[in-house]
């Protein structure tokens, strides 16, 4: 079992930046693949960034690329996002996510534990 929990949030203008946290408790953080997605008001949740249990690999939605970095710290069980040159767009509700995978997943429904969210917006 492995309870996650995001902080970083908050109101920001366009064009500032972010970092989002997501600290993981338990002795196990290393072996997960962890994501990064985001849901809007009346839209799906979609991917934003994965990274792979050792912090080698990354991937990112064509939205986000260049713009947003996600990094892992194994000895402090938790997982980054830094977010820079935000866009009104980029206003969601931001979900961290585990997998036990070898490559990160894209897709939501791979995922095994989830974070309760943290909310970013950006005012234009």
């Known amino acids: 079992q492995v309870q996650l929990v995001e902080s970083g949030g908050g109101l920001v203008q366009a064009g500032g930046s972010l970092r989002l946290s997501c600290t993981a408790s338990?002795?196990?953080?290393?072996?997960?693949?962890m994501g990064w997605f985001r849901q809007a008001p009346g839209k799906e949740r979609e991917f934003v960034a994965a990274?792979?249990?050792?912090?080698?690999?990354?991937y990112y939605a064509d939205s986000v690329k260049g713009r947003f970095t996600i990094s892992r710290d194994n000895a402090k069980n938790t997982v980054y996002l830094q977010m820079n040159s935000l866009k009104p767009e980029d206003t969601a509700l931001y979900y961290c996510a585990a997998d036990l995978a070898v490559i990160p997943n894209t897709h939501a429904e791979e995922y095994d534990y989830w974070g309760q969210g943290t909310q970013v917006t950006v005012s234009s």
């Open positions: 338990g002795r196990t953080f290393s072996r997960y693949a």
């Open positions: 990274i792979n249990w050792s912090g080698g690999r990354t």
